[in-house]
């Protein structure tokens, strides 16, 4: 991984922002807003929100976050994407789904371990699960009993452990890697960056190698796929500023 901010590595940001056609995509929380303790509790700086509306207006552009869509829509401060998607890529913009029962059994057995064991909340979002345990007195017992219950699962699923958290999806749904692909595809685009800090935001950076993607992890991580990284997620204003700077000149 490379310091995106090092003079060597802007070039690529002066390619997204001077193609004819180009998409910027984000995830939410942790890259366009910081993490908080509670879910309800995320929101983008005001900096960041005045930045991200200009980025809209200058781009198209895409939210592609674990939240539910409606939950993630409402987090924009007057920022217009263009996109939308929710649940890891499962919940497209202006589909019409109907939550799959695969996650009936893990849904019964993750409420009932909640009720059980304290600090731990499970948050459905329909299309995916996320059991949370970053309030369990006992972390490290909290966590082996949820991968315990989840490995005991007559029915397959995908679990992606993230940030003190356990999200649960089917195993066959499209991924933010597949919903990036679409969006490229039906923007024609010839360029397009995708920043992200999460698990699940490596199905973006694990697509196979191309110079018309610029992938940006927030934080540096020996272990992810991601090609750029920043150092920490208050820098993504200085991404947005440099984005919408380069384009402005254009």
């Known amino acids: 991984m490379r310091y995106l901010f090092e003079k060597e590595s802007l070039d690529v940001l002066a390619q997204v922002a001077r193609a004819k056609r180009s998409l910027l995509a984000f995830d939410f929380d942790g ?10 509790d995320a929101w983008m700086r005001g900096s960041t929100g005045e930045l991200f509306a200009r ?11 674990g939240r539910r869509r409606e939950d993630v829509a409402m987090r924009m401060a ?3 994407p263009k996109y939308v998607i929710g649940n890891h890529g499962l919940e497209p913009e202006g589909a019409a789904l ?8 893990a849904r019964f057995v ?8 304290p600090g731990l909340e499970l948050e459905d979002k329909q299309f ?5 345990y970053k309030h369990a007195p006992r972390q490290s017992e909290a966590r082996t009993a949820i991968w315990t219950a989840l490995e005991s699962l007559e029915t397959p699923l995908r679990v992606v452990p993230g940030i003190k958290v356990f999200n649960v999806l089917p195993l066959e749904g499209p991924t933010k890697g597949d919903a990036l692909l679409a969006l490229v595809a039906s923007e024609a685009a010839e360029r397009s960056l ?3 800090d999460d698990v699940t935001d490596e199905d973006v950076f694990r697509l196979p190698p191309s110079d ?12 992810s796929a991601a090609t750029f990284f920043l150092r920490e997620q208050g820098e993504i204003d200085e991404l947005l500023r440099h984005l919408i700077a380069l384009r402005e000149r254009r």
């Open 212 to 223: 018309r993607l610029v992938s940006v992890r927030v934080g540096e991580a020996a272990d």
């Open 194 to 196: 995708y920043a992200g």
């Open 128 to 132: 995916s699960l996320s059991m949370h």
């Open 78 to 80: 007057g920022a217009r």
């Open 98 to 105: 109907t939550p799959t029962k695969v996650l009936d059994e």
């Open 31 to 40: 890259t366009l807003a910081p993490l908080v303790e509670g879910p309800g």
């Open 55 to 65: 980025a809209c207006e200058l781009f198209p552009t895409a939210v592609i976050s």
């Open 110 to 117: 993750l409420a009932h371990l909640a009720r059980v064991i």
